[in-house]
Every structure is written in structure tokens, then in C-alpha cells.
């Protein structure tokens, strides 16, 4: 069954808010940037990412489980880690913060060692989480150290010195890609935007210092 083409021209990706292309005879509609795709079920689109089809993984919700998107990338476009990457896996989080200052030794990106985080910006992560990410605290999948329901992963240590030493943290619950500012010197932007918090969408422009950070896919 075919969508009426008014309600194809209004509907967007709840990702990353871009077009969508009706397949599958009028079954699905696909998100070609983000490259899942949504069930039409008696002629009724289903918007939502929960029970969307990642069609890079093969993923799905059918029999009601929710999807978890693969990883996502990040690519560093200005300042002096210009074309580093980094991602973020499903249920992790990942501090953002400036390399220690010393001679003797070589900047590392992503070191395998967590930022130390001090009690008020851990109560300040604490808080967000409980407050913008609706599954409650639950359990963190694998080992390590956990923030509320997420596994902290090592962190993405820049060598900007106009970085706060934490300047935010990043979080993927599977299907929502979230920043969230340290309460940094210089503030973190999202698209030129000042922003304390902010869910991503792919395409957006983190800038943290003089670091652009793009969200690829």
C-alpha cells in the first residue's frame, strides 16, 4: 500500500531528522543517511527507532527486542588532532578532555585509562542520566566502571589545550547519541550552538576549544 505522498513529504528520520524513501512496496521507509529502516504496518508508518531495522548489523525488533544501532563515529575536522577518529559503542560513555601537560611525554588519543572524574562532576552525570535517559539505572553490560546504566570506556584525550582537563561526555544508550558539557571553561557547542546538553544528530558539529568534531555515522 502506497503512503500519500503529502504524508511521505512530512515525515523525517527521528535520528537525524533528514528525508526518507518509501521501500519495500510501501513497507518501509528508509533512512538512506542513517541506514535503518522503518516498518509500515496497515498503511500506518512506525517512527520509531526501537523498532526500526539497522541495515548494516541486520538487527531488528521483531518479537519485541529492542534494536541497538551499531557503534557510532566521530571524526575530529579542525584543530590539532585534525582526522582522528574515535566511536562509541551501544551502552557506553566516553569522557572528552585535554591531555596532562608533560614534557616527557608524547599526547596519547584514546588512552586506555578513564579521566579521574571528581565527586560534583560525577553527581552532575549521575543526575543527567537519571533525568534524559527513560531506562533507569539498570546494568551496565560488561566490566569496568559504570555511571548509572552505562560501562564507562576509555576516554578521547586531545592534546587541545583549550579543553577543560573534563570537558564532556558523550553517550549511546543504542538508539540516542547524547553530549553532555563538564561545566567547562570554554563551553561546548553543538552547530555553533551553546549547549549544557544536547541529544546528536548524524551530520551535527561538536566544538569544544579550538576542536571541531564532526558525527559521521
Do not use: W
Request: hydrophobic content about 40%.
Amino acid at each position: 500500500m502506497d503512503l500519500p505522498a503529502r504524508l511521505r513529504d512530512i515525515l523525517v528520520c527521528p535520528q537525524c531528522k533528514g528525508g526518507l524513501a518509501e521501500v519495500d512496496g510501501g513497507q518501509g521507509l528508509l533512512c538512506e543517511r542513517c541506514k535503518i529502516k522503518y516498518p509500515v504496518r496497515s498503511g500506518i508508518p512506525v517512527m520509531l527507532v526501537q523498532e526500526a531495522q539497522d541495515l548494516r548489523t541486520g538487527q531488528s525488533s521483531a518479537g519485541g527486542a529492542s534494536v541497538k544501532l551499531a557503534k557510532a563515529s566521530f571524526r575530529v575536522i579542525s584543530g590539532p588532532d585534525m582526522n582522528l577518529t574515535f566511536h562509541i559503542e551501544h551502552g557506553t560513555c566516553r569522557a572528552i578532555g585535554r591531555a596532562a601537560a608533560d614534557p616527557n611525554r608524547t599526547a596519547v588519543f584514546n588512552v586506555d585509562i578513564a579521566l579521574a572524574l571528581d565527586d560534583s562532576t560525577k553527581s552532575l552525570v549521575l543526575q543527567y542520566i537519571g533525568r534524559q535517559f527513560q531506562r533507569g539505572s539498570g546494568e551496565a553490560e560488561g566490566g569496568g566502571e559504570t555511571l548509572g546504566m552505562f560501562r564507562r570506556a576509555p576516554d578521547v584525550v586531545l592534546s587541545d589545550p583549550s579543553l577543560s582537563r573534563l570537558h564532556a561526555m558523550i553517550f549511546s544508550d543504542g538508539e540516542n547519541i547524547a553530549i553532555l558539557d563538564l561545566v567547562s571553561k570554554n563551553g561546548t557547542y553543538v552547530n555553533g550552538q551553546e549547549i549544557e546538553s544536547r541529544m546528536l544528530a548524524r551530520g551535527d558539529t561538536i566544538e569544544l576549544g579550538d576542536t571541531a568534531i564532526a558525527f559521521e555515522r
